[in-house]
């Protein structure tokens, strides 16, 4: 059965402190993995898709690893404005369905 | 451009009543997706259309949910016989093709009381 895991539930950083949020996988052949951020009240906003073992994406302050049995969003120097649930994603084996996880939710003070 | 919009943005029904959450992708997207969100958790699956054709409807709870897309574009969700069981929030998100990634609309917070 697909599946996804994502740790830790919750993280509270200081600003400029860097941390890794964890999304451990399982899928019959993957098709895709997709990380999301969603703020309070809205729906989710797309981050970043990676295919294969070994593929990085960046995007300011963000970046986007992934093995063959999980996938790392690091963050670099985190501001407040990076404060936000950010969820973690595998598309199903017929590509008709995201598998989402719970979501870990950010926190940056200043 | 705009995204993915959803209407009504909040729906208080009475249990028993029907309800019908309409969706509007991106324009051009093919392929358009409905989920269920439950307050801190991710989005669950519910159904897929690829144009109008509904090719996976494996997430729907039940026979009381029903969607459509007739014209390939607009889509409704619709739930018959509401249950306070349903309340949530539904999430509607397009994609170019099946295997793009999804854009997320704003969702409706439907409430049965």
Same mark, same amino acid.
């Not at chain 1, 059965?1 to 993957?30: F, H, I, K, M």
């Not at chain 1, 404005?81 to 008709?96: F, H, P, R, W």
């Given at each position: 059965?697909?599946?996804?895991?994502?740790?830790?539930?919750?993280?509270?950083?200081?600003?400029?402190?860097?941390?890794?949020?964890?999304?451990?996988?399982?899928?019959?052949?993957?098709?895709?993995?997709? !990380?999301?951020?969603?703020?309070?009240?809205?729906?989710?906003?797309?981050?970043?898709?990676?295919?294969?073992?070994?593929?990085?994406?960046?995007?300011?302050?963000?970046?986007?690893?992934?093995?063959?049995?999980?996938?790392?969003?690091?963050?670099?120097?985190?501001?407040?404005?990076?404060?936000?649930?950010?969820?973690?994603?595998?598309?199903?084996?017929?590509?008709?369905?995201?598998?989402?996880?719970?979501?870990?939710?950010?926190?940056? /003070?200043? | 451009?705009?995204?993915?919009?959803? /209407?009504?943005?909040?729906?208080?029904?009475?249990?028993?009543?029907?309800?019908?959450?309409?969706?509007?992708?991106?324009?051009?997207?093919?392929?358009?997706? !409905?989920?269920?969100?439950?307050?801190?958790?991710?989005?669950?699956?519910?159904?897929?259309?690829?144009?109008?054709?509904?090719?996976?409807?494996?997430?729907?709870?039940?026979?009381?949910?029903?969607?459509?897309?007739?014209?390939? /574009?607009?889509?409704?969700?619709?739930?018959?016989?509401?249950?306070?069981?349903?309340?949530?929030?539904?999430?509607?998100?397009? /994609?170019?093709?099946?295997?793009?990634?999804?854009?997320?609309?704003?969702?409706?917070?439907?409430?049965?009381?």
């Amino acid at each position: 059965e697909d599946q996804v895991t994502q740790s830790p539930e919750a993280l509270r950083l200081q600003e400029g402190e860097s941390s890794s949020l964890n999304c451990s996988y399982t899928v019959s052949g993957l098709r895709g993995l997709f !990380w999301y951020r969603q703020d309070p009240g809205k729906g989710p906003e797309f981050l970043f898709t990676l295919y294969s073992a070994g593929e990085e994406k960046e995007k300011e302050r963000l970046k986007a690893t992934i093995t063959k049995k999980e996938s790392f969003l690091h963050i670099t120097a985190p501001k407040p404005e990076d404060s936000a649930t950010y969820l973690c994603a595998v598309a199903n084996q017929a590509g008709t369905a995201l598998i989402f996880g719970k979501g870990t939710t950010l926190s940056v /003070s200043s | 451009g705009a995204g993915v919009s959803q /209407s009504p943005r909040y729906k208080v029904t009475k249990r028993g009543q029907d309800v019908a959450l309409r969706c509007d992708p991106i324009s051009g997207h093919v392929s358009l997706y !409905w989920y269920r969100q439950a307050l801190g958790q991710g989005p669950e699956f519910l159904t897929y259309f690829n144009y109008e054709a509904q090719q996976d409807k494996s997430g729907l709870p039940n026979d009381r949910f029903s969607a459509e897309r007739p014209e390939g /574009s607009i889509s409704t969700l619709t739930i018959q016989r509401t249950e306070q069981r349903d309340s949530a929030m539904y999430r509607c998100a397009s /994609s170019l093709t099946g295997s793009h990634e999804q854009y997320f609309g704003p969702g409706t917070r439907l409430t049965v009381t």
